[in-house]
């Protein structure tokens, strides 16, 4: 057996997944920094513009009858803030120190609540402040206080996310990418056993096992479902080379029966019975032709191609036919009673050439063994009397049963007997001349219309074969 190759590092499942978890861990730790650096300077927007409403209103409140100390108190809460204080019409009234005897540095248009710088701001505020405009009414007059400070505070928080950004996220990212790195390996170390014991184990010895990790987990699973489909496949194979062994001993035994006699006759050519020559000839031939027939048939049955033809037809004509025919060809015994008892309008559906083989092989199967009598008994049961015979399909089964009243098949030996080249002791074997295949091509047929054979004890303590096949009335 060929050894495969290892993947590559890229084309590895450890690889592949560490990559996309990584890429998947950045992306979501970006994105979770951009979302922190929102939240935190709108944050610290909301402060600051809290912070210059507040000092507005300290203005405000500043007012003696409507006059402004010069220059404007510094904010309690900010000592960076500056204010002036505009009329109506944008001249200013006060301001703060560094703002006096400038002119407005920020307007807001009629309507509006929204600064905007004046080229007189040049040179005596940053252009990185935050200013809001709030107007009033101080003792009957309309002014619009104008506040701002420096963005400081929001500087750092933007260089505080760029350093986390270049310096967290990557040494996070290296962390992730080594742990996920070991976590995949160590998962996938049971994988890799897994593997190896796979590529040791070849055509000729299936016993060998994929070890089975100590886990409830997928892999556990993936190890108990390879080994018991290497248990199938040793199984399986065994069978086969037994099934080879068992039919080349079969055919062996005709082909030298025929060489035999031939070879006795050739050696005497004038006193050889040559017409009993040419009987024993065709008749070892024809067990050679049958035995053929039986193992093309049992080949079909394994590449699963004996799908019925879903057609109904009566059942009690064709087991009428099928005694009769053993009537003619094989009961020797004139005191051998054969009992039919089934309906007349009893039906069966499926392909009639193959279960009439079923009923041949069983009944004849019972005639060989029976003593007195063979009974052979059909009727409709529903689901529930079909007990463990599969899916239900509605609504019931028709159940067929041939009893002998011969010797009988152990119960140990029940299940074993629709086994290929399978024969019982000499009480059911009394040089009938069977390969051991008629049983097993029953069970193929019978499963291939989906339904099940087994055998009991009859009442007559011989054998009773059962057939149940579902009936999709």
Known sequence: MARSRPAGLLHSVRFRVTAFAATVIAATVAAGLVGLYELQINSVRRTIDSQLRTYA?????????????????????????????????GAVISATASLLGAPAVYAVGAGSSLPVRQKAATGRVPTDVRVIAVRATVNGRQVVIIAGTGTGLLTTVNSEF????????????????????????????????????????????????????????????????????????????????????????????????????????????????????????????????????????????????????????ALKPVAEAVVKDLYNRDIEKGDLEITIVMPDDLGVTGQEQHLRRVLSNVVGNAVHYAVHRVAVEAAYVSNSEADGAGPDPAPGWVRIAVADDGPG?????????????????????????????????????????????????????????????????
Do not use: C
């Not at 809460?77 to 204080?85: G, I, P, R, Y």
């Not at 499963?447 to 999709?472: C, M």
């Open 162 to 313: 760029l350093r986390y950004l270049l310096l967290a996220l990557p040494v996070i990212l290296i962390l992730a990418v080594l742990t996920i790195w070991l976590v995949v390996a160590r998962a996938l170390r049971p994988v890799e056993r897994i593997r190896r014991a796979v590529t040791d184990i070849t055509l000729s010895d299936l016993s060998r096992r994929v070890p089975e990790p100590n886990s409830a987990d997928e892999v556990g699973h993936l190890a108990a479902t390879m080994n018991s489909m290497l248990a199938r496949l040793d199984e399986s194979a065994h069978r086969q080379r037994r099934f080879v062994a068992d039919a080349s001993h079969e055919l062996r035994s005709p082909l030298a029966a025929i060489r035999t006699t031939l070879d006795v006759a050739i050696a005497h050519p004038g006193q050889a019975p040559w017409l009993q020559v040419a009987e024993r000839a065709s008749e070892q031939s024809a067990r050679l032709e049958a035995l053929i027939d039986q193992l093309l048939f049992l080949a079909k049955a394994d590449e699963h191609r004996l799908a019925p033809v879903s057609t109904r037809f």
């Open 409 to 473: 098949i152990p119960e140990a030996d029940q299940e074993r007997v629709f086994d290929r080249f399978v024969r019982l002791d000499a009480s059911r074997s009394r040089g009938t001349g069977s390969s051991g295949l008629g049983l097993a091509i029953t069970q193929e047929i019978v499963t291939a219309h989906g339904g099940r054979i087994y055998v009991r004890s009859s009442a007559w303590h011989g054998a009773e074969f059962v057939i149940e096949l579902p009936d999709p009335r």
């Open 57 to 89: 209103t300290q203005i405000e409140q500043s007012a003696v009858h409507g006059q402004w100390p010069r220059p404007l108190a510094r904010s309690r809460l900010d000592s960076n803030a500056e204010a002036q204080v505009l009329d109506a019409h």
